[in-house]
Structures are given as C-alpha cells and as structure tokens.
T-cell receptor, first 114, second 111 residues
Framework: GAGVSQSPRYKVAKRGQDVALRCDPI?????LFWYQQALGQGPEFLTY????????KSGLPSDRFFAERPEGSVSTLKIQRTQQEDSAVYLC????????????FGNGTRLTVT | GQQLNQSPQSMFIQEGEDVSMNCTSS?????WLWYKQDPGEGPVLLIA?????ELTSNGRLTAQFGITRKDSFLNISASIPSDVGIYFC???????????FGPGTRLSVLP
C-alpha cells in the first residue's frame, strides 16, 4: 500500500485480556518501529526491527509486551493480561534502509482497557 | 535517558501571523525530524535535518538544525487555519536507531 496501515483502529479490552495489534509497513521498508503515545504526550519508543530481527526492545514496559515480525514485513504487537495503564495509542512506523531514514507513521490503534 | 523539551507548550495565534517553536536537549543529536499530528491520526513528517547549521524549507515551513546539535527550530510563516495541530520534534543520536520525541507544541490559529 501507499502508507503504513494499522489494524484495528480501535480496540476495547477488559482488564486481563490479551490483545494483538497489526502493522503493515510501506512496501520495501526495512525498518519498523512501535511507539506508545499516551494522551497529550509525545510518542514513546517501544521496539525496533530491521527486517525480521528485533534489534532493540529496550522500550517495552514489561514482559507482558511482545512484538514480532517473522517474515520481515507485517508486524504484530501483542499485549498479554492487559492493564488499565496500557490504555494508549500504539503507533507503528517504517523507514527505508539507512541509519537516519525518517519514520513514516500509520494512524495508530487506540487501545482502551476497561 | 535522552529527553527533548519543546517550547512553547501551546500557542494561540491570529491567522496570517508567523510562528516560531523550538526543541532542546541536553544530548547531542545527529538527525532532527519535525512532525505534525492531527487528532486521531499519526504524525506526518514535515522536515528532516541532517547537518548542524542546516536550514531547510518546505513551503511555508522552515526548520533549522542548531549549531550545537542540541536544538532545532521550526518556523511557520503566514499561518492558516489548517496549521492547527500538535507539532513534535524528534531526534536521533548515536545510541540507537530509534528517534526520541518531544512532548509537542499545540498550535491554535484564530480566524
């Protein structure tokens, strides 16, 4: 597709449920990033892939958060046993190969944990 | 960890006025990006800066990479209603390929 596509756009989960958020990056983009954006704040880095390799997961807030990109294209961010503090917009971004290539974002998935 | 500060936090201006906002850090960055985010959407890239002192324009927008490499500036000339939104700066250092984002500057344009 022309841009980064994320699904679902909105997700409501009861506390304790598991959720899976999907990201389709721009075709041909090597790098893929996940960010978490709380209401009224800037995006906070979660994790980064280069092709299928997860090179940095230092931003994942707990071991309940898990991300994968098995074939180097589509990525899934999974949150297990969701908590209310997980409520946020989860943004996916991709970039072309290159250390300083700009990030191109999708419109995010708004997760609400009740 | 690395943090970016943006000022002002919010601003209200009249249509047609020029706007200036900045982004500062205690750390050196090698790349600066400026984004605009509208409600319910993801951030959209406005300008990318790669060299200290670099001045880059995109239509009515002009951004500069500070000489110290610890700051960046964004100017918008002759503001229009569709400039309303939140503007984020993002910096990349030598420590990782991820970009660190500032807290944003919320711009409101009064007709």
């Amino acid at each position: 597709g022309a841009g980064v596509s994320q699904s679902p756009r909105y997700k409501v989960a009861k506390r304790g449920q598991d959720v899976a958020l999907r990201c389709d990056p721009i075709s041909g983009h090597v790098s893929l990033f996940w960010y978490q954006q709380a209401l009224g704040q800037g995006p906070e880095f979660l994790t980064y892939f280069q092709n299928e390799a997860q090179l940095d997961k230092s931003g994942l807030p707990s071991d309940r958060f898990f991300a994968e990109r098995p074939e180097g294209s589509v990525s899934t961010l999974k949150i297990q046993r969701t908590q209310q503090e997980d409520s946020a917009v989860y943004l996916c971004a991709s970039s072309q190969q290159g250390w300083d290539s700009p990030l191109h974002f999708g419109n995010g998935t708004r997760l609400t944990v009740t | 960890g690395q943090q970016l500060n943006q000022s002002p936090q919010s601003m209200f201006i009249q249509e047609g006025e020029d706007v200036s906002m900045n982004c500062t850090s205690s750390s050196i960055f090698n790349t600066w990006l400026w984004y605009k985010q509208d409600p319910g959407e993801g951030p959209v890239l406005l300008i990318a800066l790669y060299k200290a002192g670099e001045l880059t324009s995109n239509g009515r927008l002009t951004a500069q990479f500070g000489i110290t490499r610890k700051d960046s500036f964004l100017n918008i000339s002759a503001s229009i209603p569709s400039d309303v939104g939140i503007y984020f700066c993002a910096g990349q250092s030598n420590y990782g390929q991820n970009f660190v984002f500032g807290p944003g500057t919320r711009l409101s344009v009064l007709p």
